[in-house]
């Protein structure tokens, strides 16, 4: 038997599965199409504008896009936001107040946002820093939120929940949209003025609905993830209710100036196209990642999520035996880059991070998640985090790259 024999069994037993995410692809292209058409999106919208940026129609016609395709009341899609972590920050810092208090209900959120929040390490400017009280829910023994805890957990000062849609550098489950929905009662029902907000971050286009149709007040996002379908240069997304928007608007540029300013610059058409092909290029990195769940899986290693388990975004975890095949299997990824192949990956130190970070990322765009990349923290357990992919034969000649390099056919 051959590496291509075990990818082609693996894709039969997944026949269903691409199935289902085809169908899910078509939904949201559909949505994306007609989002474009409602707008009446033409050439001239691609165009770049200079200094305040007033009247931008390239810009604001982007963002009533973004506004229909996520259900939402309004949206911001800027350049100038550099990361998700940018994006979320910007929600937190632009809705809270000194007194105000942040609930984490789906655990210690990842190390980046941590740092934003002052969870563990003191940064000036960070949200405890200047008075905003912090608690977090932790996740129970099976890594799902908790609803009577979290219930118990809101009081009347509770400004905001936020929930973190994808597992980060953890081992727990994506929230899934149905539990999404469920925690947003569950606080509803307990303070209703309580703003729940969600990192959606590599969740857009998992599914045939956003947090948004499910509850949520705000949402945030990077464009170097799903939504920029590989093509967006950087960026990030907010959507959600009109107030709130507005609100976080006046902390990304100033107060009573919002959303008028801020020019678009060249790269107009790259976020247009790239939302565009977002839902092919979501249904492509699912395809990958549920590939290599599978091969994995039948080679006796643990995976998360399962191979035909329900995902709500790209992220794949792997648990490998030890530091050194952690750091084979992402060299492999790097070898099998279109950019930077040829490259020796070493554990180093990256900005927001507490570990030392292995990252395998032979992309076009520097950090891109939605293009095919490869993650892992030095810590037990020692587990790689894939994510993305633009086209399902990149991801399918990496697989079959991998069981080679890591001498799976002879176990």
Known sequence: MTGLDVIKQAEQLLSNTFAEYEKTAYFNQVKVLQAFQKFKVRDTHFNASS???????????????????????DAMVRSQIVSGTHAISACLFGLLRPGDHLISVTGTPYDTLGRVIGVKESFPGTLTERGII??????????????????????????MVLIQRSRGYSLRPAVS???????????????????????NCYGEFTA?????????????GSLIKNPGGGLALSGGYIAGKHELVKQISYYLTAPG???????????????YQGIFLAPHVVSQALKGAALLATIFSQYGYKVLPGPFDQRSDIVQAILLNN????????????????????????????????????MAAGTF???????LSCDA???????????????????????????ARLNLLGR
Do not use: W
């Open 51 to 73: 200094g305040y940026g007033y009247g931008d129609i390239s810009r604001d016609t982007l963002e009533e896009i973004y506004t229909e395709i996520f259900k939402a009341e």
């Open 134 to 159: 912090y608690s977090e829910v932790p996740l129970d023994k099976q890594g799902l939120p908790q609803l009577p805890e979290i219930a118990s957990a809101i009081n009347e000062n509770t400004r």
């Open 177 to 199: 949209l149905d539990t999404i929905e469920k925690i947003i009662k569950t606080v509803k029902d307990k303070n209703a003025q309580t703003i729940v907000m969600v990192d």
């Open 208 to 220: 045939e609905t956003e947090p948004v149709e499910h509850g949520a007040d705000i949402i945030a």
């Open 257 to 271: 100036l919002g959303k008028d300013l801020g020019a678009s610059g060249g790269d107009n058409r790259r976020l």
């Open 323 to 358: 530091e050194e095949e952690v750091r084979e299997f992402c060299q492999v990824i790097q070898n099998s880059s279109p950019v930077d192949s040829d490259i020796f990956l070493e554990y180093g130190d990256m900005p927001g991070y507490s570990d030392k970070i292995i």
């Open 365 to 371: 765009i520097q950090g891109s998640s939605i293009e």
């Open 377 to 403: 923290p030095l810590r037990e357990p020692y587990a790689v985090y894939i994510q993305g992919g633009l086209t399902y034969e990149h991801i399918r000649y990496a697989a079959e790259r991998l069981i």
